[in-house]
C-alpha cells in the first residue's frame, strides 16, 4: 500500500486545516489507519487512528489533541482524514499517516503543518 499524505501549510493559532492520506489501494481491511506527527527537535508521536476488529471500530487520540482533532475515512475514496481545530503552536510539526493493513505497516510521506502568527 502507498500512502500519500497532503493538506499541510501555514495557518494561524486557533485555526483549522484538514489533511488526507490517500491509499494506492483499498484500506477497507485494514487493522489500523492512523496519524502521527514530529515536531522540531522531537520524537515521531502518536496524534489519533482508528483500529478495527472482531468487535468494530474505536478512534483513539492523543490526550494533546482530544477535542480538537478528529480522524474520519472514507472507504470508497481509499482517503482518511485529520480534521485539526483549534490549532496550536505546538501542532506544528510533519504528520505522517499509517496503516496497518494483513500484518503490514505502511508510511506515507509527511505533510508540514506549521502554525504560527
Known amino acids: 500500500v502507498q500512502l500519500q499524505a497532503f493538506g499541510g501549510g501555514l495557518v494561524q493559532p486557533g485555526g483549522s486545516l484538514r489533511l488526507s492520506c490517500a491509499a494506492s489501494e483499498s484500506i477497507l481491511r485494514a487493522n489500523s489507519i492512523g496519524w502521527y506527527r514530529q515536531g522540531p527537535g522531537n520524537h515521531r508521536e502518536f496524534v489519533a487512528q482508528?483500529?478495527?476488529?472482531?468487535?468494530?471500530?474505536?478512534?483513539d487520540y492523543a490526550d494533546n489533541v482530544k477535542g480538537r482533532f478528529t480522524i474520519s475515512v472514507d472507504g470508497a475514496k481509499n482517503t482518511f482524514y485529520l480534521q485539526m481545530n483549534s490549532l496550536k503552536p505546538e501542532d506544528t510539526g510533519v504528520y505522517f499517516c499509517?496503516?496497518?493493513?494483513?500484518?503490514?505497516?505502511?508510511w506515507g510521506k509527511g505533510t508540514l503543518v506549521t502554525v504560527s502568527s
Open positions: 499509517n496503516v496497518i493493513q494483513y500484518g503490514m505497516l505502511y
Open positions: 482508528i483500529s478495527s476488529g472482531s468487535s468494530g471500530s474505536s478512534s
